[in-house]
């Protein structure tokens, strides 16, 4: 795992949390533990005591003092000490007193060591100071229980647990829990190790598909593809890339096929206007007007050429500025149809108009809504053999006009309507520039569409015709 990389890093995050949560859950966990078995054993403690104080007031109340009771329980076994204080009407020896030196004998320690201690905090008698000593402070002082015999308090007894210590067999019970939880955490961070390393390995094997992918497209291998099936974020992702890359190889393969259709378009006319001035630097062509005239015609086709290249660059950069005016779209589609019904005619094509009655006005670029009627009827009347129809349409529909140039020309094949908006298409590839004009125009009146947030579509079929619609928005919008 590299340093400095996603996987150590996501990696790193993952164990600090899951660390100081096991830590904090643990330290918790063991304090609590200990403080509840604390509080458990001083009850216990206290518990033992008050069972057990009845023994030693009644020793003292039989023998007025407490020599010889260190004898005494060493004498007295360990049940007996345990019971008397529950069951005073047993059998507890009662006749107290203290035993003979060779009477006595050893009997299993009681299960928490007392201790009596008089008013100064000196020891009287320890059940078990094999222990060790215990510091009679204050604290502990005041947690005993004071023994008292006709209303004079003749000493004081407390446990080890009431006292608030543990006995060793309870601190190797402690000590054996601390153990257990450490060890669990151990395992668990290790745990959490071991199943955030498989998980981010997985999680950021798409990520590096993806980053492995957008480098060979970074040197201009436009065919990468991510295979990314996960169903989640990082699918979309990959879905995204992928379409992503679809698009930028298609945008690379009109850039390329664009800059050699342009190279083609210039170089023709270049080309016959180089053939053309030799043949008359030479002597071999007279200037005769028809040959100037063929010139002229060259140099006009070049210009709208380059004219329709800058006016196409301008509206799909989004540069161009557009001067929106109040527009009646039915009297503009008058003016436009009456323009080129001449042409129309010359090549005996009808041409009508339909326009709705009522309000047809909308806020756009007077010269650009003329351009891109222009450039839809031009185009209808390149297509449209002679004897054809071309039908125009101008209609409110909601918040838009919707205005339809359809016409019975030769129609476009279903496979190329997804391209002819596109710069520099043809519809056959094998159609001239003669008959097929520069195939810019119907991209020039896409962008323009596009300018004025618009929409446009296209419906065709061969040997039938082909209908344009676009939709220009009637309030205009920034």
Same mark, same amino acid.
């Given at each position: 795992?590299?340093?400095?990389?996603?996987?150590?890093?996501?990696?790193?995050?993952?164990?600090?949390?899951?660390?100081?949560?096991?830590?904090?859950?643990?330290?918790?966990?063991?304090?609590?533990?200990?403080?509840?078995?604390?509080?458990?054993?001083?009850?216990?403690?206290?518990?033992?005591?008050?069972?057990?104080?009845?023994?030693?007031?009644?020793?003292?109340?039989?023998?007025?003092?407490?020599?010889?009771?260190?004898?005494?329980?060493?004498?007295?076994?360990?049940?007996?000490?345990?019971?008397?204080?529950?069951?005073?009407?047993?059998?507890?020896?009662?006749?107290?007193?203290?035993?003979?030196?060779?009477?006595?004998?050893?009997?299993?320690?009681?299960?928490?060591?007392?201790?009596?201690?008089?008013?100064?905090?000196?020891?009287?008698?320890?059940?078990?100071?094999?222990?060790?000593?215990?510091?009679?402070?204050?604290?502990?002082?005041?947690?005993?229980?004071?023994?008292?015999?006709?209303?004079?308090?003749?000493?004081?007894?407390?446990?080890?647990?009431?006292?608030?210590?543990?006995?060793?067999?309870?601190?190797?019970?402690?000590?054996?829990?601390?153990?257990?939880?450490?060890?669990?955490?151990?395992?668990?961070?290790?745990?959490?190790?071991?199943?955030?390393?498989?998980?981010?390995?997985?999680?950021?094997?798409?990520?590096?598909?993806?980053? /492995? +992918?957008?480098? *060979? !497209? #970074?040197?201009?291998? =436009?065919?990468?593809?991510? @295979?990314?099936?996960?169903?989640?974020?990082?699918?979309?992702?990959?879905?995204?890339?992928?379409?992503?890359?679809?698009?930028?190889?298609?945008?690379?393969?009109?850039?390329?096929?664009?800059?050699?259709?342009?190279?083609?378009?210039?170089?023709?006319?270049?080309?016959?206007?180089?053939?053309?001035?030799?043949?008359?630097?030479?002597?071999?062509?007279?200037?005769?007007?028809?040959?100037?005239?063929?010139?002229?015609?060259?140099?006009?086709?070049?210009?709208?050429?380059?004219?329709?290249?800058?006016?196409?660059?301008?509206?799909?950069?989004?540069?161009?500025?557009?001067?929106?005016?109040?527009?009646?779209?039915?009297?503009?589609?008058?003016?436009?149809?009456?323009?080129?019904?001449?042409? /129309? +005619?010359?090549? *005996? !094509? #009808?041409?009508?108009? =339909?326009?709705?009655?009522? @309000?047809?006005?909308?806020?756009?670029?007077?010269?650009?809504?003329?351009?891109?009627?222009?450039?839809?009827?031009?185009?209808?009347?390149?297509?449209?053999?002679?004897?054809?129809?071309?039908?125009?349409?101008?209609?409110?529909?909601?918040?838009?006009?919707?205005?339809?140039?359809?016409?019975?020309?030769?129609?476009?094949?279903?496979?190329?309507?997804?391209?002819?908006?596109?710069?520099?298409?043809?519809?056959?590839?094998?159609?001239?520039?003669?008959?097929?004009?520069?195939?810019?125009?119907?991209?020039?009146?896409?962008?323009?569409?596009?300018?004025?947030?618009?929409?446009?579509?296209?419906?065709?079929?061969?040997?039938?015709?082909?209908?344009?619609?676009?939709?220009?928005?009637?309030? /205009?919008?920034?």
């Amino acid at each position: 795992m590299r340093k400095g990389s996603l996987q150590s890093q996501i990696t790193s995050s993952f164990l600090l949390v899951v660390l100081l949560t096991i830590s904090l859950f643990s330290i918790m966990s063991y304090a609590m533990i200990l403080q509840r078995f604390s509080s458990f054993t001083a009850e216990s403690g206290k518990n033992f005591v008050a069972r057990n104080i009845s023994i030693f007031t009644y020793y003292y109340e039989t023998n007025g003092t407490w020599d010889g009771i260190n004898e005494f329980f060493t004498e007295m076994p360990k049940r007996e000490i345990m019971d008397f204080g529950t069951n005073p009407g047993s059998t507890p020896w009662m006749e107290i007193k203290p035993p003979e030196p060779d009477d006595t004998h050893e009997v299993p320690p009681s299960p928490d060591r007392l201790i009596l201690f008089d008013d100064n905090g000196t020891i009287i008698f320890d059940s078990d100071p094999t222990e060790g000593e215990i510091n009679l402070s204050k604290d502990v002082m005041s947690r005993a229980i004071p023994i008292v015999v006709e209303e004079v308090q003749v000493g004081m007894l407390i446990s080890t647990n009431s006292a608030g210590f543990l006995r060793p067999d309870q601190i190797n019970f402690i000590r054996d829990i601390f153990w257990v939880i450490l060890a669990s955490t151990v395992i668990s961070v290790v745990t959490v190790v071991f199943v955030s390393l498989l998980l981010t390995r997985r999680i950021l094997k798409p990520v590096h598909s993806l980053s /492995a +992918a957008s480098l *060979k !497209i #970074a040197n201009g291998d =436009y065919s990468q593809r991510v @295979d990314v099936h996960e169903p989640n974020e990082l699918g979309e992702m990959a879905t995204a890339f992928n379409a992503m890359a679809v698009e930028l190889e298609r945008q690379n393969t009109l850039r390329r096929r664009a800059t050699s259709d342009i190279a083609h378009e210039l170089r023709t006319p270049l080309s016959v206007l180089q053939i053309e001035l030799e043949s008359l630097e030479d002597g071999l062509t007279d200037p005769t007007p028809e040959t100037l005239q063929g010139l002229q015609r060259e140099v006009v086709y070049l210009n709208h050429l380059v004219e329709d290249l800058r006016i196409l660059a301008l509206a799909e950069s989004g540069d161009m500025v557009l001067n929106p005016i109040t527009l009646d779209m039915g009297s503009l589609a008058t003016e436009i149809v009456n323009r080129v019904r001449y042409t /129309a +005619a010359e090549q *005996k !094509i #009808a041409l009508t108009l =339909y326009k709705v009655e009522g @309000d047809l006005y909308l806020k756009a670029d007077e010269q650009r809504v003329s351009q891109i009627l222009l450039n839809l009827l031009s185009n209808a009347i390149q297509y449209t053999p002679e004897g054809g129809a071309i039908h125009v349409s101008v209609e409110k529909n909601g918040e838009w006009i919707e205005t339809s140039v359809q016409d019975t020309g030769i129609g476009i094949a279903e496979e190329d309507l997804a391209h002819v908006f596109e710069r520099l298409y043809r519809s056959s590839q094998a159609r001239s520039r003669t008959d097929g004009g520069s195939g810019l125009g119907l991209s020039i009146v896409k962008g323009l569409v596009d300018l004025h947030h618009g929409k446009i579509s296209v419906e065709s079929e061969v040997g039938k015709g082909s209908t344009f619609t676009f939709a220009l928005p009637i309030q /205009a919008q920034s």
